[in-house]
């Protein structure tokens, strides 16, 4: 019998590439995302045989239960897997640069819509056996990010649910896992400078000379690992490996690294 995955976030980006991957492994795929347009391209592509799709709005809990409803009519009631994936981040810079409506749109995707994906979701994940949730955190979960504070702190709440859960979970035989990927080739490379004479830091380029960014496919495949292999929290790449193992035993050289960039690029 054929597995089934829910994946936020599915209309672009990692979401995507993870979609089409687990369509390839011969997974039922679940797409949803706010972007309905993206969803339709999205199911074209995978094939609409392996594949079912909703607009979702991971803010709204209406729009929840009526995706929840439609998934579970798609799959009989099961979820092998809970892809928590939609994030977002609109604007880099300064803090006090950035609109805090903006800020607060942040906060309202990339927890509270994570928060509310788990309540919605649980009681199919209840009903099928070694079921799994992966949220989408960042390195971000682990280092100080200026210039993306609030993403950053997002992410951070992330981690701390992620451990929380997979306490918690264990009781269900529900496996809670993270995704930590390094800058990845998403949307989320285009966030506006909001930051007047912003050197840009975050931006594509000037993050692909330094360090590189991955491409979504590499995330993809390393979310079917996880699948697999389960472990709680999965940092993606060297760079970010390195700078997480920095920030875990040598924070000073992290913070002090960090000051330093934001002093060069956002003073």
């Known amino acids: 019998m054929n597995k089934n995955i ?6 672009s980006g990692i979401g995507k590439a993870t979609a089409i991957f ?13 972007n309905e347009k993206g969803l339709v391209d999205v199911a074209n592509e995978i094939g609409h045989n392996s594949c079912m799709y909703k607009k979702l709005d991971v803010t709204n809990l209406e729009e929840w239960t009526d995706a929840i409803n439609a998934y579970s009519d798609y799959t009989n009631g099961t979820c ?7 994030g977002i ?4 810079g300064r803090i006090e640069d950035i609109p805090i409506e903006e800020a607060h749109k942040i906060v309202e995707i990339n927890l509270n819509g994570v928060i509310n994906g788990i309540f919605k979701i649980l009681p199919l ?7 799994m949730i992966i949220n989408t ?3 971000g979960s682990f280092v100080p990010v200026p210039g993306a504070a609030v993403y950053s702190a997002t992410k951070f709440a992330v981690r701390g649910l992620t451990e929380a859960l997979n306490i918690e979970f264990t009781k269900h035989k529900i496996k809670v896992s993270e995704l930590n990927p390094w800058f990845t080739e998403t949307p989320i490379l285009d966030a506006e400078q909001a930051t007047p004479m912003m050197d840009g830091v975050l ?13 979504v496919e590499k995330v993809a495949q390393r979310v079917f690992k996880i699948y697999q292999k389960r472990g709680v929290h999965n940092v993606i790449g060297f760079t ?28």
């Open 80 to 86: 092998d897997l809970f892809f928590n994936n939609a």
């Open 240 to 267: 970010g490996n390195l700078v997480v193992f920095l920030m875990r035993y040598f924070p000073a050289i992290v913070r002090r690294m960090s000051r330093k960039m934001y002093s060069d690029y956002f003073s």
């Open 203 to 215: 931006n594509r380029e000037v993050i692909n000379s330094r360090s590189g960014i991955h491409p």
């Open 6 to 11: 829910f994946i936020t976030g599915a209309a």
């Open 125 to 131: 994940l209840k009903k099928t056996n070694n079921s």
């Open 22 to 34: 687990f369509a390839k492994k011969g997974w039922n795929v679940g797409l949803f995302d706010i």
């Open 137 to 139: 955190g960042s390195v």
């Open 89 to 92: 981040a609109a604007f880099t």
